[in-house]
């Protein structure tokens, strides 16, 4: 799960995503990466190959009118963000075939 979750962070890098902030503290990438999907995960109580296998389903979940809408919208929607960003990491990467 490391190894993926490094690679997101990198990939988010990769598409401008702050590394940084202003003050030198952990942004997006790290946010995204090591905060919002690993707590995505254990909120679903499942693995991330079954996150890599599920993710269209989940980002609905997670998304607008999905059952877990609230969530999803919290901190500025930076969960389903997340999610969404971590969709097309793993469609760029082909884990889906």
Do not use: C, W
């Not at 296998?53 to 969530?71: A, L, P």
């Amino acid at each position: 799960m490391i190894e993926i979750l490094n690679s997101f962070e990198k990939y988010l890098e990769d598409k401008g995503y702050s590394k940084l902030t202003p003050f030198g503290k952990p942004s997006t990438t790290h946010d995204y990466s090591q905060r919002r999907i690993p707590a995505i995960i254990s909120r679903e109580g499942i693995s991330i190959n079954r996150l890599i296998k599920d993710i269209s389903m989940v980002v609905s979940k997670y998304d607008s009118y999905g059952s877990e809408s609230d969530y999803g919208n919290k901190s500025n929607r930076a969960y389903i963000n997340a999610l969404k960003r971590f969709e097309e990491y793993i469609q760029s990467e082909n884990y889906l075939q």
